[in-house]
């Protein structure tokens, strides 16, 4: 079987940990003036991958 190779787009976007992947959150990159403080700092949290993605997740990083 020939090697994996790890998908770079998803290596910069998702990260691997104990319990599984996690990944940054969108609408924190323009127009943040009108967001509120409370939200953007609530954007700020690695949030996990739904357990539906998890497997697409593993086979575009190789594992």
Do not use: C, E, W
């Amino acid at each position: 079987m020939p090697k994996l190779k790890t998908s770079s787009g998803a290596a910069k976007r998702f990260k691997k940990t104990a319990k599984g992947y996690k990944h940054r959150q969108s609408f924190r990159n323009h127009i943040l003036t009108k967001k509120s403080t409370k939200r953007k700092r609530q954007l700020r949290k690695l949030k996990d991958i739904a357990p539906a993605d998890v497997p697409l997740i593993r086979r575009l990083l190789g594992h």
